[in-house]
């Protein structure tokens, strides 16, 4: 079965620690995708619910608690499910976010055992999953540092647990997207100025190539033109500003730089499967640390 792969690019900004989303849905319909960032995602009522984690396909029962790696793709389908009530818990966090020296200490090492690993994808057991539900359920409610602390407490509880398995066969096995120096100007380039327009002769220039290498350069390290590129990381800060902010959907639409509403609705609509408005009601639940 052959799986179409969206390199998704998370509402997660560099300055941030963590991202939990917790919502109640009737579907999933975010396609199979892949991102540097660390994904821990909970699913409570999704019996029939088919996942996707590397080259593993299975059918999930009532309760489950997955983390998945830097790049490895993933996603969840509603396949068998009937449940109208589907409550997923996700947490995402930065691939970097503890420095390398800090987790070779001893207190921490459990937990970069368990990051390794799960560059394969890890499902913990029904027994961890239910132990840790209640916590996980309070996650979004917790300010501060207190959430900081309580989440590295989890992936320390889920580290030392016993019934772990190893969802894929193999690991992730693409560049990483952050590793070359030009992917490193371009992103970096695009997070300064991805508020207004960017052009193309521009942006090759800023990485002594021609248009046309560049563009060539660009597919092959993304999979997207450059103008999906640029337009996916002003939908990556729409989809923040959607969920923090107060501000009008015309608004953030022109902060995140889109002069033109139906432009920015079409674009929306197409990385994110629903409209702007359909997009905030759904995530009302989250919470964010800085």
């Given at each position: ?7 998704e690019?998370?509402?997660?900004a ?6 939990v989303f917790d ?8 396609p199979?995708?892949f991102?540097?960032e ?7 009522n999704?019996?029939?619910v ?9 059918e ?12 490895l ?22 691939n970097?976010l ?20 799960s560059a394969?994808?890890i499902?913990?057991s029904?027994k961890?999953s ?15 540092i207190d ?18 398995r190893?969802l894929?066969?193999?690991k ?5 997207f952050?590793?070359?120096?030009k992917?490193?100007?371009?992103y ?9 327009k ?6 090759a220039?800023?990485?002594?190539m021609s248009q046309v ?7 092959k ?5 450059f103008?999906?590129?640029?337009n996916?990381?002003r939908?990556?800060?729409a ?6 902010k ?6 953030i639409a ?10 920015f ?7 994110k ?6 997009y905030?009601?759904?995530?009302q639940?989250?919470?964010k640390?800085?």
């Open positions: 079965m052959k799986i179409r792969v969206h390199r690019i998370t509402p997660l560099p300055e941030d620690s963590f991202l919502r109640i849905k009737e579907e999933f319909d975010f199979v995708h991102h540097p660390y994904e821990l995602n909970f699913i409570l999704g019996n029939g088919r996942r996707i984690v590397g080259d593993s396909l299975e999930i029962s009532n309760i489950e608690l997955v983390l998945v790696g830097p790049n793709q993933h996603g969840w389908e509603i396949h068998n499910c009937k449940s109208e009530k589907i409550h997923e818990i996700t947490v995402q966090f930065h970097d503890f420095a390398h020296e800090l987790l070779n200490r001893r207190i921490l090492k459990p937990i970069k055992n368990m990051f390794d690993r394969q994808g499902l913990f029904e961890i239910c132990k840790v539900k209640p916590r996980l359920l309070k996650l979004s409610k917790i300010d501060s959430y900081f602390l309580e989440l590295i407490s989890i992936l320390h509880v889920l580290a030392k647990s016993d019934g772990q190893l894929s066969m193999n992730a096995n693409r560049d990483d952050e590793n070359s120096d992917i490193k100007k371009i970096q380039y695009v997070q300064d100025n991805y508020h207004k960017i052009s193309l002769s521009e942006i220039e800023l990485v002594n290498s560049f563009n060539r350069f660009i597919k390290r993304t999979g997207k033109t103008i999906d590129y640029v996916d990381t939908i990556g800060y989809s923040r500003w959607l969920i923090e107060d501000a009008s959907i015309s608004e022109f902060l995140c730089g889109f002069n033109n509403i139906s432009n609705n079409r674009v929306f609509r197409k990385s499967n629903c409209t702007p408005s359909q905030r009601k759904e995530f639940g989250i919470k640390v800085l």
